[in-house]
């Protein structure tokens, strides 16, 4: 049986899904439980409407330590004319939380009352003295809780649907309940598939893949209020899919099978779900995220229940994000509560954006206030960047008919962070340095978040001067002077006040496989035929020195093959080399020694961050230098190779 994917519009498979649901049944809250009321019932989803059985305080009661009185025997009572009153029929003592005698109506605090003993003169026991001296009146129901104040019995305390917190438990047990009905927890069955994973642990080898997405899935579950039960990896085979599947329709009441979705012929979920049940959709027009597939399918012998499965991509962005799109509603449902809303704000995008027109488009952006502007900047497209969703700070969607927007544009953000983290965001654009990842480390214990866009020391540059920036790294090579940022600043920030201080000096050379097989040993063999090359992107401060240098040489970029290979960060240049993908590249001795590569020192160079003046003062950058100075963060630099940090925290210039 072959199953093609066919994209439907999204508000078109959410319809889809709702039908169905509605005509299996399962349009609701799918089962209630009483459950005992304590710490457990937390986070839990009200399933009936809480009504006090009784009120809260349930009687008159103290509000203070001190003598309960009837108010209208204190209203003689004068600083220069004092009353006695009567300790037993006219006052009695009482602690904070004391019911009053059914005769008083006020509290007057112990510290404003004269206990007295028997012959008239100051009790030793002032809470059992003969009677009182005071020196002012009282108003009724002075220092008193009155019976109701909190809650009156009968009144509604808490509605259905509302979600537990823990002030919540103490109204309810405040109101007379020790029990409370909620929702039953939905159980969701989560099904990775694929022959070319393998568990978390697990040595890997060349080809396989660590299944992760289940762990991410299971846990987004358990965020939304439901149970989650990982089953084990199985095969790209049909049957035992369709068995497992079978298996798990018994057991659970929401099955997502991960990674059996695909775009071709051999697309095991959905003709598990054809053979099983109903295939609903097979496709959404939604980036990342396509083979997406909505199904129905018999619990087994009860051919009157039905259990949705939702097939995941394999993309871990695209399984996290299909499961903020289709199971975070479907819990909700079943839970009654409502969706979650994640607080949305308008923000300015920093760069252009192209989108599939067919799509609605879900990017991962970057947020940070610079100025009186708050940003957006776009992070790494691959629906296979599980980090750019660890990065992000949240989503915009470009919607569909739209083939993308310009930079500038006004966006709306849904926010992953709440809004006071995005204003303690330090917002650096420019050129990439593992020394801004241990930075980011240090800066998050000073309560900031260091939020870092890779687009190369020139993009930096651009960056600051349209004002979307707190800082940028910079490393460009001034050919005619030898020096390092400064000409570059003075020619694309004219009139704009900077700072440029010194970060690292840095070792730039060849990053090679282990051992060096091909024996490249300089720049010249670039030019080899057996050699091929990776480079970073245009602008990229490493590739003005390479071509500095290759001029120099008299070596022409055509010569080299691979110099149109381009990659954004040291690292991605060190991957490349490291999968084969390359035999050679130029960059920084950290990302060959992270990824167990061999390095060629060739050159020293300067690192900088451009900081422009109205930033460099402020309380939002004054961690960064204070991280400059700190022993720790130095000594975890100077343990990386091809580091020079005697330079670190200079003024090299301030210009404009």
Sequence with gaps: MSVYLHDIPLPEAQAALERALHTAGLGGVLGVETIPLDEHALGRVLAEPVWAKI????????????????????????????????????????????????????????????????????????????????????????????????????????????????????????????????????????????????????????????????????AQVREWGGEAVRYPITPDDFEQIRARVAQAARESDLILVNAGSSAGSEDFTAQVVESLGELLVHGVAVRPGHPVILGLISRGDQRSSRVPVIGVPGYPVSAALTGEIFVEPLLARWLGRKPLRPVEIEAELTRKLVSPAGDDDYVRVAVGRVGERVLAAPLARGSGVITSLVRADGILIVPSGSQGMPAGEKVRVRLYHSPAE??????????????????????AARGRRLASANVGSLGGLVALRRGEAHFAGSHLLDPESGEYNLRYVRQYLPGLPVQVVALVGRDQGLIVPAGNPKGITALDDLARPDIHFVNRQRGAGTRVLLDYHLQRLGIEPQAIQGYDQEEYTHLAVAAAVASGCADCGLGIAAAAQALGLDFIPLFQERYDLIVPQVYAGSELLAPVWDVLQDDSFRRMVAALPGYDLSVMGQVIAELG
């Excluded at 009905?181 to 939905?186: E, G, K, L, Q, T």
């Design 422 to 443: 995005i204003e303690e965001t330090v917002f650096a654009i420019g050129s990439h340095d593992i020394t801004l990842d241990v930075m980011a480390q240090f800066l």
């Design 55 to 218: 009120s809260s305080p349930h009687y008159h009661a103290a509000a203070m330590d001190g003598f309960a009185v009837r108010a209208a025997d204190t209203e003689v009572a004068l600083p220069t004319a004092p009353l006695t009153l009567e300790y037993g029929t006219q006052a009695a003592y009482v602690d904070t939380g004391d019911p009053l005698p059914d005769w008083a109506n006020a509290v007057i605090p112990i510290e404003q009352v004269e206990p007295l003993a028997e012959d008239g003169d100051l009790a030793a026991d002032a809470r059992r003295p003969a009677g009182i001296r005071i020196r002012a009146a009282v108003t009724p129901w002075a220092h008193v809780r009155p019976m109701g104040e909190d809650m009156v019995a009968t009144q509604l305390v808490l509605p259905a649907g509302h979600v537990l917190r823990p002030a919540d438990l103490g109204a309810i047990a405040g109101c007379g309940h020790s029990t409370v009905a909620v929702a039953r927890r939905p159980v969701v069955a989560v099904l990775p598939t694929g022959t070319e994973l393998v568990p978390i642990g697990k040595a890997v080898k060349r080809g396989d893949i660590i299944e992760y997405n289940s762990l991410v899935l299971a």
